[in-house]
């Protein structure tokens, strides 16, 4: 069985160097991954204040959409989809009878869409 750790490596004694060249530089002990000087307890409480002022907002949205109703046609997709698809057979027939041209039978999808949203 290969030691896959070792791989690529000639001999135990450069594995051995590699490891100790990570070792030494290891980001940890890199300044500038180290706080800037700011204590922890201070920037847990900005952001607890932020959190505080997200609510507050969160809560004013809020107040603003309880006077919207909910859609009612929510829960029953398929009727919308179906009034739609009748309006449009409707209307395609009518401009096929009416001989509207291509302008009338570039409209009737979007009538028959409007229609659809009405009910």
Do not use: C
């Amino acid at each position: 069985m290969t030691n896959i750790k070792a791989k690529g490596f000639d001999n135990a004694e450069q594995l051995r160097e590699n490891l100790a060249e990570l070792d030494d530089e290891a980001p940890a002990d890199d300044p500038a991954v180290e706080d800037e000087g700011i204590d922890p307890r201070d920037q847990i409480a900005a952001l607890r204040k932020e959190i505080a002022e997200l609510h507050q907002q969160l809560a004013s949205t809020r107040g603003y959409s309880d006077g919207v109703s909910a859609p009612t046609d929510s829960d029953k997709p398929w009727r919308q989809i179906a009034v739609t698809v009748a309006a449009t057979f409707i209307f395609g027939r009518l401009v096929q009878k009416l001989r509207l041209g291509a302008a009338g039978a570039a409209a009737v999808p979007h009538v028959a869409s409007q229609l659809g949203r009405r009910f």
